[in-house]
């Protein structure tokens, strides 16, 4: 009787430790989330502003989102959004870095995304703007005319392409 109730102690310990580690695994950590940064390599303060309203992860950040998988996730589509954003004004040959705790984020795996995530920075230099030069569209369809914007000098932004 005594080995059985000592298996029954054992058996209990074990489930009281995996108990105390799934309610640790499952708490909110104590190294809650710090700060994203947000620089942008311009002076031009529209293009700022622009880039800011695009950022999945600032609006995350507004809405008071800290959960490490929703801002893994925002993070790996921050790149696509700001690159619209920029092709919309004429950047064609952006640099967009976003780093998860010193990591880019685009070169973590989905499934070896952070569980904790205490920082994020993200950086954009946006590159040159493009302008249109000379540029030939044909064949056209009778009574056809091409947007105002679409002139040599103009900002090449692709709303005026598409």
């Avoid at 058996?11 to 950590?29: D, E, F, H, Q, Y």
């Avoid at 940064?37 to 311009?42: G, Q």
Wanted: charged letters at 20%; hydrophobic letters at 50%; proline letters at 6%.
């Amino acid at each position: 009787m005594g080995a059985c109730v000592t298996q029954v102690l054992r058996w209990k310990r074990i489930g009281c430790s995996l108990a105390l580690a799934a309610a640790i695994a499952l708490a909110p950590s104590a190294f809650a989330f710090d700060r994203i940064t947000f620089d942008v390599a311009s002076d031009e303060r529209t293009l700022q502003k622009e880039l800011r309203a695009a950022s999945l992860l600032l609006s995350a950040q507004h809405e008071g989102d800290t959960n490490a998988q929703d801002l893994f996730a925002a993070a790996r589509g921050e790149y696509g959004r700001l690159v619209g954003a920029l092709y919309a004004r004429g950047y064609y040959a952006p640099v967009i870095r976003v780093q998860i705790d010193g990591r880019e984020a685009a070169t973590i795996a989905p499934l070896d995304a952070p569980a904790v995530i205490n920082s994020i920075t993200v950086s954009v230099d946006p590159g040159p703007q493009f302008r249109f030069s000379t540029a030939r569209v044909a064949p056209l369809a009778p009574g056809t005319d091409m947007p105002d914007a679409f002139r040599p000098g103009a900002i090449a932004e692709s709303a005026i392409i598409q």
